[in-house]
């Protein structure tokens, strides 16, 4: 693509991709599996090693692939997903606060996390 899209805009045109094509209907469970099987196939490039399989351009197209399906999902719930991130990450940054992560040793970073982890407790819906 030869200019850059902001967020909004790529949003935008992805829905009218799908309102041409008629897919604007994708019922949330084959959203939700759609979105596991994409990720799963990210997942794939690097079975086996630590380093992808694959070009950036191969990874770039799985990512796509996930974040579409995810932009039709909250669609579909009425997700607004910058406010969901903002959200997402008022919450995660009290349950993991910066100040417990400021080792560089990937042992006391381990540690850290699994401590926030421990003191974390899921609150269960009824």
Same mark, same amino acid.
Do not use: C
């Given at each position: 693509?030869?200019?850059? +899209?902001?967020? /909004?805009? =790529?949003?935008? !045109?992805?829905?009218?991709?799908?309102? $041409?094509?008629?897919?604007?209907?994708?019922? #949330?469970?084959?959203?939700?599996?759609?979105?596991?099987?994409?990720?799963?196939?990210?997942?794939?490039?690097?079975?086996?090693?630590?380093?992808?399989?694959?070009?950036?351009?191969? +990874?770039?197209? /799985?990512? =796509?692939?996930? !974040?579409?399906?995810?932009?039709?999902? $909250?669609?579909?719930?009425?997700?607004?997903? #910058?406010?969901?991130?903002?959200?997402?990450?008022?919450?995660?940054?009290?349950?993991?606060?910066?100040?417990?992560?400021?080792?560089?040793?990937?042992?006391?970073?381990?540690?850290?996390?699994?401590?926030?982890?421990?003191?974390?407790?899921?609150?269960?819906?009824?």
């Amino acid at each position: 693509m030869s200019t850059r +899209l902001t967020f /909004e805009q =790529a949003v935008t !045109l992805y829905r009218e991709f799908l309102k $041409a094509r008629n897919w604007s209907n994708g019922n #949330p469970r084959d959203l939700a599996i759609s979105i596991s099987l994409e990720a799963n196939e990210l997942l794939e490039h690097y079975q086996w090693a630590d380093t992808p399989v694959g070009t950036p351009d191969e +990874l770039a197209d /799985e990512l =796509a692939d996930i !974040l579409l399906y995810a932009i039709q999902f $909250a669609d579909h719930y009425g997700i607004d997903i #910058p406010s969901s991130l903002q959200n997402k990450m008022e919450k995660s940054a009290k349950k993991y606060p910066a100040e417990d992560f400021t080792s560089t040793d990937p042992h006391a970073l381990r540690e850290a996390w699994l401590t926030a982890k421990k003191r974390h407790v899921k609150k269960e819906s009824l």
